[in-house]
């Protein structure tokens, strides 16, 4: 039994041993990777072409206002058929900083859509009005429409006023819903 022998080390030197021993391992333990086999080939390139969300490009023609003809057929484009259930409709041309107020016939109370559109540079302000009552005030960008729902509880000549800042095209619709 001569050749086993215990080894004293110090205290102090063994608490500094034992946190350099940990931070190696943990170190070295990081370092790892985890890979499996799920059956797929791996892939030896990238793809040739990659797929991005698609981004419509906005058609140039539509910063640019139209007469005649053109409007008109603007208009039912971007109006869209209601079979049948459309009340009013109008559309039309503003010189910049023009504004244009018009009324639409008596509808019978209840629900409808209000379609907006604009056409030009910039954009348009529609404001639709029952009597001094605000329903609808809404800036449109040009080459946009929007569709605004409103609820008329008894029959009523609607108001709609229409500001345009630079030239522009503007159509509206109001349909029963």
């Known amino acids: 039994m001569g050749w086993a022998r215990a080894l004293k080390v110090p205290t102090t030197t063994a608490i500094p041993a034992v946190v350099l021993c940990s931070v190696l391992a943990c170190g070295t333990m990081s370092s790892c990777e985890y890979t499996y086999e799920d059956g797929r080939a791996a892939a030896s390139s990238p793809p040739s072409a990659v797929i991005t969300d698609p981004v419509l490009t906005r058609d140039p023609a539509l910063g640019q206002t139209v007469t005649g003809d053109a409007m008109k057929a603007w208009a039912q484009d971007v109006l869209p058929d209601v079979n049948g259930l ?3 409709s109008s559309f039309g041309l503003l010189s910049a900083g023009e504004s244009r107020d018009e009324e ?5 109370g209840g629900t409808y859509a209000v ?3 604009c056409r030009g540079a ?3 302000e529609f404001t639709v009005r029952n009597g001094s009552e605000v329903l ?3 800036m449109v960008r040009c080459g946009t429409t929007r569709v605004k729902v409103l609820q008329l509880e008894t029959d009523a000549v609607l108001g709609i006023t229409i500001t345009a800042n630079a030239p522009a095209n503007f159509a509206y619709r109001v349909s029963r819903i």
Not at 104 to 108: A, E, I, K, N, Y
Request: no cysteine; aromatic share 12%; charged share 10%.
């Open 115 to 117: 379609t907006l559109a």
């Open 104 to 108: 639409t016939t008596q509808l019978p």
């Open 136 to 138: 609808i005030e809404v």
């Open 86 to 88: 459309s009340f009013y």
């Open 122 to 124: 910039r954009s348009a």
